[in-house]
């Protein structure tokens, strides 16, 4: 099936408003899958629960910003999503052998599909996001809704269709009616500073 162009975009992605990374980024050496997706979230022993973490930048001029930026490649009323910053460039969230999502490299009908559900749990594609910036579902496509799953032993989140409770994503779209990228550079987005700290 061709891909629908009119339907297809690139979006900075965000998950309960929370940044998205890998487990290499969080974890670093010691991460045995590092390509699987997670948030910049990390357990606090002062509250016992898992909380976001913020950078602080004091630049006084905008900073490229470090956030996934991936493009939402549409065929009919369901969408491939290939990673277009810098870390894992040109890979597809897809499911491994137990469900997790991560960053894989594209292997065709086998690659994870995702429907985007609106907040009722419709199905929607970018004909229906008439504003820049949109919270939705993903639903792995046959499949179960999205859901965030705390892994053990190191603490960190995971996302699968298969445990955890339903979270949304949240979507910036960049640019519309968007073909096919082909090349090899991961696109720039830049950002406005600010400082934040640890969301306790």
Same mark, same amino acid.
């Given at each position: 099936?061709?891909? $629908?162009?009119?339907?297809?975009?690139?979006?900075? =992605?965000?998950?309960?408003?929370?940044?998205?990374? +890998?487990?290499?980024?969080?974890?670093?050496?010691?991460?045995?899958?590092?390509?699987?997706?997670?948030?910049?979230?990390?357990?606090? $022993?002062?509250?016992?629960?898992?909380?976001?973490?913020?950078?602080?930048?004091?630049?006084?001029?905008?900073?490229?910003? $470090?956030?996934?930026?991936?493009?939402?490649?549409?065929?009919?009323?369901?969408?491939?999503?290939?990673?277009?910053?810098? &870390?894992?460039?040109?890979?597809? +969230?897809?499911?491994?052998?137990?469900?997790?999502?991560?960053?894989?490299?594209?292997?065709?009908?086998?690659?994870?599909? +995702?429907?985007?559900?609106?907040?009722?749990?419709?199905?929607?594609?970018?004909?229906?996001?008439?504003?820049?910036?949109?919270?939705?579902?993903?639903?792995?496509?046959?499949?179960?809704?999205? @859901?965030?799953?705390?892994?053990? $032993?190191? @603490?960190?989140?995971?996302?699968?269709?298969?445990? &955890?409770?339903?979270?949304?994503?949240?979507?910036? =779209?960049?640019?519309?009616?968007?073909?096919?990228?082909?090349?090899?550079?991961?696109?720039?987005?830049?950002?406005?500073?600010?400082?934040?700290?640890?969301?306790?």
């Amino acid at each position: 099936m061709s891909t $629908d162009q009119k339907r297809s975009f690139i979006a900075r =992605i965000r998950c309960d408003n929370t940044p998205m990374v +890998f487990f290499q980024q969080m974890l670093g050496s010691s991460a045995r899958q590092g390509n699987l997706l997670t948030t910049t979230h990390r357990y606090s $022993d002062l509250v016992k629960k898992m909380v976001r973490v913020h950078k602080s930048h004091n630049a006084t001029v905008p900073i490229r910003s $470090d956030e996934m930026i991936v493009y939402f490649r549409c065929y009919d009323d369901y969408y491939n999503i290939q990673i277009r910053s810098e &870390g894992y460039l040109g890979k597809y +969230f897809s499911k491994n052998p137990h469900g997790l999502l991560g960053a894989f490299a594209g292997a065709g009908g086998s690659t994870t599909s +995702f429907n985007l559900l609106n907040l009722n749990q419709g199905i929607i594609t970018l004909d229906d996001l008439k504003k820049d910036e949109a919270m939705v579902y993903l639903k792995a496509r046959n499949a179960g809704t999205i @859901k965030r799953h705390l892994m053990e $032993d190191p @603490k960190v989140y995971a996302y699968t269709d298969q445990l &955890g409770a339903p979270v949304t994503f949240n979507l910036k =779209i960049l640019e519309r009616d968007v073909p096919y990228p082909t090349g090899s550079t991961p696109y720039l987005l830049f950002i406005e500073p600010r400082e934040q700290d640890d969301d306790y």
